[in-house]
């Protein structure tokens, strides 16, 4: 029998909209909310949030959203995405603090984010102001007794380490998302888990493509039928002793969107168990 929590990712303005009914009938344990507005991050709301989730659906983490423009490829998304760029660094640090400050409301010890494409030289003054962007960041989160989580995929496996081992702080752990390293063409995740498989606390049930060309991203697809190849990657996940959740995320809407995440929740039982 699996040990690990299976939960979705799910938008907080959709649950404070609509309530929690869809997700009960997901059957899941876990949820990791996410939102991209500042103005919800309210003790009303989060108090809102615990009631309706009570007892039926552990919070598993925050994955806080900032403002500005955002392009998902790789032409334009070193310049719009995450703290990486300077001109956004500044108002997006203090929206991720008060993304601290709601996850701490909700009472989880992890909050996530994309922090952008990291450059992969240490020697650029850009990376050193990432270095010191997220060191203050998570050392708040320290203080509020929280996990600082990367999610993967913008930059390669030994970047992200190295980040990691420059800001130097015991609260910082991965959001590994492996479709992602796949779809930016960054790497393979189960040979990722060699680089910094010990800093791994969530991994996000995903699958993608690599791309076909060097400005678009690889195309997302529903888990199990991608190149991440789980049950395989699940193994090695095994082997270095993660005991965190699967979070299903599945990039479409509408019905399919329902059904493929259901899918997921089945296949993932089968191969954890």
Not at 17 to 39: M, R, S, Y
Not at 124 to 138: D, E, N, S, W
């Amino acid at each position: 029998m699996y040990n690990n929590s299976i939960g979705v990712i799910y938008s907080l303005s959709e649950l404070l909209e609509h309530g929690p009914d869809k997700l009960f009938d997901l059957e899941i344990d876990c949820v990791q909310l996410n939102a991209w507005n500042t103005e919800l991050y309210t003790e009303k709301n989060a108090g809102a949030v615990k009631k309706m989730l009570k007892d039926k659906i552990r919070i598993s983490s925050f994955w806080v959203g900032w403002s500005g423009p955002t392009v998902w490829n790789s032409i334009d998304g070193p310049h719009t995405l995450g703290i990486v760029p300077p001109a956004f660094r500044h108002q997006r640090m203090n929206e991720l603090l008060k993304g601290v400050d709601f996850a701490h409301m909700l009472e989880t010890e992890n909050m996530a984010t994309h922090v952008g494409f990291i450059p992969e030289h240490p020697s650029f003054p850009k990376y050193r102001g990432v270095v010191q962007t997220v060191k203050h960041i998570a050392a708040y989160c320290k203080i509020k007794g929280i996990y600082f989580n990367f999610e993967t995929g913008q930059e390669t496996p030994v970047t992200l380490m190295r980040c990691i081992k420059d800001i130097g702080l015991d609260n910082l752990g991965i959001n590994l998302d492996p479709a992602n390293l796949i779809l930016y063409g960054r790497g393979n995740p189960i040979d990722s888990l060699d680089v910094f498989g010990q800093y791994v606390r969530c991994i996000h049930a995903k699958d993608g493509l690599y791309p076909t060309n060097g400005r678009e991203l690889g195309h997302e697809v529903r888990v199990g039928t991608g190149k991440v190849n789980f049950p395989d990657f699940i193994k090695k996940l095994r082997d270095i002793g993660f005991t965190g959740d699967f979070i299903i995320e599945r990039e479409i809407s509408g019905e399919q969107q329902r059904l493929d995440i259901a899918q997921t929740v089945n296949d993932l039982k089968q191969w954890l168990t």
